[in-house]
């Protein structure tokens, strides 16, 4: 008998409960092309919203992850860009730009922290000297790739 009003108790709460429809694919597929366009346009803030979308409604869409990832490169957030870009790994490893893009994400990454090395050094620190050298280094790696 307890079993019984158990689940009479549990249908009526769910059939009282309201629950959002799931988007269609037409929706997804007016998300993606605005995504895209924002995109484009190079309207991060939209493009983010979009993406972030599409990761929530098809949570297995490598290529928002990657979006996303570009978006937030382009606007300095490398720790949120390398997320995005192990999450675009986790969902398609074979992508030779996913790995790609999240070592520039990690080259920008060392960058910024040896900057901030350097401006927080004393003349008397002995890392100071390697920090600038690393610096250089990088910096010419990213002069040589952007030569090709």
Same mark, same amino acid.
């Given at each position: 008998?307890?079993?019984? %009003?158990?689940?009479?108790?549990?249908?009526?709460?769910?059939?009282?409960?309201?629950?959002?429809?799931?988007?269609?694919?037409?929706?997804?597929?007016?998300?993606?092309?605005?995504?895209?366009?924002?995109?484009?346009?190079?309207?991060?803030?939209? %493009?983010?919203?979009?993406?972030?979308?599409?990761?929530?409604?098809?949570?297995?869409?490598?290529? %928002?992850?990657?979006?996303?990832?570009?978006? *937030?490169?382009?606007?300095?957030?490398?720790?949120?860009?390398?997320?995005?870009?192990?999450?675009?790994?986790?969902?398609?490893?074979?992508?030779?730009?996913? *790995?790609?893009?999240?070592?520039?994400?990690?080259?920008?990454?060392?960058?910024?922290?040896?900057?901030?090395?350097?401006?927080? %050094?004393?003349?008397?620190?002995?890392?100071?000297?390697?920090?600038?050298?690393?610096?250089?280094?990088?910096?010419?790696?990213?002069?040589?790739?952007?030569?090709?």
């Amino acid at each position: 008998m307890k079993y019984f %009003a158990m689940l009479f108790i549990y249908a009526f709460v769910s059939a009282c409960a309201t629950t959002e429809e799931a988007p269609g694919k037409s929706e997804i597929y007016t998300i993606s092309n605005d995504a895209d366009k924002a995109y484009t346009e190079s309207d991060w803030v939209t %493009a983010e919203v979009n993406y972030t979308r599409l990761t929530m409604l098809v949570p297995n869409d490598d290529r %928002a992850y990657f979006k996303l990832g570009n978006i *937030y490169l382009k606007q300095g957030k490398t720790a949120s860009a390398i997320s995005s870009y192990n999450a675009a790994i986790f969902r398609d490893p074979d992508k030779a730009k996913y *790995y790609n893009n999240i070592a520039v994400a990690r080259i920008m990454q060392a960058k910024q922290a040896l900057k901030m090395a350097i401006d927080k %050094a004393l003349p008397t620190d002995g890392f100071l000297t390697n920090a600038k050298v690393m610096l250089i280094r990088l910096n010419n790696i990213n002069k040589r790739s952007e030569n090709k």
